[in-house]
């Protein structure tokens, strides 16, 4: 399976802490996302980095990408009690395919507590 | 607009009923997907449409029927569920041989009783 392992399963953290969450998975990607849930909401895309990309910043969140390791770290900054939510990274392995199939992980479940 | 709608937002149901769950987007996307997510687990995919065709089914029992009518819309049709049924059904979509950002909508909690 591509799924990919998400390491921590769970992370509690004071807020103005950072937040780092781990990535792996098993196959050559076209590109590797991450998604935030808040609890009982959809999903909503946060960071998209392609397999050629090494690091990617976005406001506080810091994706890199490691494809010789197959893995990859988001890492939030100064984090906020609204920070608190499921993340899921997600690869897309399917380049010009009509069908752009994403693989999710287990997610990482993130509280900050105020 | 950016958004896919997804109604309702709760359902109820028994194990006879026969019930309909709705999304819209109005992206101009071409491609539609449901998703199935219990508790604490990531989303399942479980249709894809493609040009308002059916391109992928990842073997769902038969008591799920999908639905696209248009190119903003997708049903997915509800007979005969199970409990075990119980979940979060979210909706997204994007243009076909895109392989970037899926757009979410807000997910219809269902219960099956």
């Known amino acids: 399976s591509q799924q990919g392992e998400e390491d921590p399963q769970a992370l509690s953290i004071q807020e103005g802490e950072n937040a780092t969450m781990n990535c792996s998975y098993k196959t050559s990607i076209n590109n590797l996302q991450w998604y935030r849930q808040n609890s009982g909401r959809g999903l909503v895309h946060l960071i998209l980095i392609r397999s050629n990309e090494r690091e990617k910043h976005s406001g506080r969140l810091r994706v890199t990408l490691d494809t010789s390791k197959k893995s990859s770290s988001l890492l939030i900054t100064a984090s906020r009690a609204a920070d608190t939510a499921s993340y899921f990274c997600?690869?897309?392995?399917?380049?010009?395919?009509?069908?752009?199939?994403?693989?999710f992980g287990r997610g990482t479940q993130l509280t900050v507590w105020p | 607009d950016t958004e896919v709608t997804q109604t309702p937002k709760h359902l109820v149901m028994g194990m006879t009923n026969k019930k309909s769950l709705k999304c819209e987007q109005h992206?101009?996307?071409?491609?539609m997907y449901w998703y199935k997510q219990k508790a604490k687990k990531p989303p399942e995919l479980m249709f894809v449409?493609?040009?308002?065709?059916?391109?992928i089914n990842e073997s769902v029992p038969s008591r799920f029927s999908p639905e696209c009518p248009n190119s903003s819309l997708l049903n997915l049709h509800l007979h005969a569920l199970q409990p075990e049924d119980s979940a979060l059904y979210l909706c997204a979509s994007r243009n076909p041989g895109d392989t970037g950002e899926l757009f979410f909508g807000e997910g219809s909690r269902l219960t099956v009783l």
């Open positions: 997600a690869t897309a392995l399917d380049r010009g395919s009509t069908l752009g199939r994403l693989y």
């Open positions: 449409y493609s040009y308002e065709k059916l391109s």
């Open positions: 992206m101009g996307h071409r491609a």
